[in-house]
């Protein structure tokens, strides 16, 4: 049995919604103590711990290299890293949504670029024949320089986007007016089995979903084609996960036909909303312990 395991976190939550507090009873009624640290300590003996899972390193993405140093230092010592290193490489950059497209899995439409110029932006208007687009790196987290576009605010704002993108390495989507009128939808899988659904809507005259941005988080069920969906894309990922959140939003263009799109499936450090569903923390503690044995 699995006696201790360490929450990898980050040193100020203050600006963050943070739920996996949830987890520390259920994971003590089942004999495990859990430790919250942040992935900035130094000098952490990580063999102590039968696991460290990374939950809330939500400033990861503004340190990358050093992160993924950092899990690369934990893996080395004598503790099991969750989820394992290879898929938080595979994971960080979100490239990883083209190596799903070519697995046949439907994400949103999508063009990657190492660099570009502030006319590379302005065609893909043409290119996807629509009035509005989204452009954000590839890395990122929590909507972190992600920007709505017109072709107006495009060139309004060609200044600020020329500076950041003219060095980061960004995707390109169309903008799926869904997000607002519907919301973003998110579902969550625990070692493979499937444990909740919430969908987020941004605040009035927003587009960010999330609760930092004043998103509003609502429980529901998913429809049948969205589990499928789902489900496709947890089977097309290269390993297996402990945690994996499938976010989705629907595209009912003309091209698309009203279908579920993958936004992002999330491996890395997600807030898995176990404020939403009240039997999820027992879940997510069962699947722990599954995953260890
Ligand atoms: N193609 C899109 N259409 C509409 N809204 C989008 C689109 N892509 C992203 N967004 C909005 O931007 C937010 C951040 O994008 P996302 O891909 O989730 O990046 P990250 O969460 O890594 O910052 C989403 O939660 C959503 O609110
Ligand atoms: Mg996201």
């Keep these: 049995m699995h006696r201790s395991i360490a929450f990898l976190s980050t040193d100020d939550l203050e600006d963050y919604f943070v739920w996996d507090d949830l987890l520390i009873e259920p994971f003590a009624q089942n004999g495990i103590k859990v430790d919250v640290i942040s992935w900035h300590a130094k000098q952490i003996n990580w063999s102590q711990y039968d696991a460290v899972i990374v939950r809330s390193t939500w400033d990861y993405?503004?340190?990358a290299e050093a992160f993924v140093a950092k899990l690369a230092e934990i893996t080395e010592q004598d503790t099991v890293l969750i989820n394992p290193l290879p898929l938080i490489q595979w994971n960080i950059s979100k490239r990883y949504l083209q190596t799903l497209a070519s697995k046949g899995i439907t994400i949103i439409p999508s063009v990657f670029f190492d660099s570009v110029a502030i006319s590379d932006i302005y065609a893909q208007f043409d290119h996807f024949d629509t009035q509005e687009i989204i452009i954000k790196p590839l890395i990122s987290a929590n909507?972190?320089?992600?920007?709505?576009?017109?072709h107006a605010s495009l060139m309004g704002q060609a200044g600020p986007l020329s500076n950041i993108f003219s060095?980061?390495?960004?995707?390109?989507?169309?903008f799926l007016n869904s997000v607002i009128s519907e919301g973003e939808y998110s579902l969550f899988y625990f070692n493979g089995e499937y444990s909740h659904t919430i969908k987020k809507v941004p605040k009035s005259g927003d587009f960010r979903v999330q609760e930092e941005h004043g998103g509003?988080?609502?429980s529901?069920?998913?429809?049948?084609?969205q589990l499928e969906t789902a489900a496709k894309v947890l089977a097309a990922l290269p390993e297996k996960s402990l945690y994996a959140r499938v976010d989705?939003?629907?595209?009912?263009s003309a091209e698309a036909g009203d279908i579920w799109q993958l936004m992002e499936v999330e491996l890395i450090e997600p807030s898995l909303y176990f404020?939403?569903?009240?039997?999820?923390?027992?879940?997510?503690?069962?699947?722990?312990?599954?995953?260890?044995?």
């Design 167 to 174: 060095t980061t390495p960004c995707v390109i989507q169309p």
């Design 248 to 252: 989705l939003l629907r595209n009912s």
């Design 220 to 225: 529901v069920t998913p429809d049948e084609l």
């Design 61 to 63: 993405q503004l340190h």
């Design 275 to 293: 404020n939403m569903d009240e039997a999820s923390p027992e879940r997510f503690v069962q699947a722990t312990i599954s995953y260890l044995s």
């Design 143 to 150: 909507s972190d320089n992600t920007f709505r576009l017109d």
């Design 216 to 218: 509003e988080l609502i």
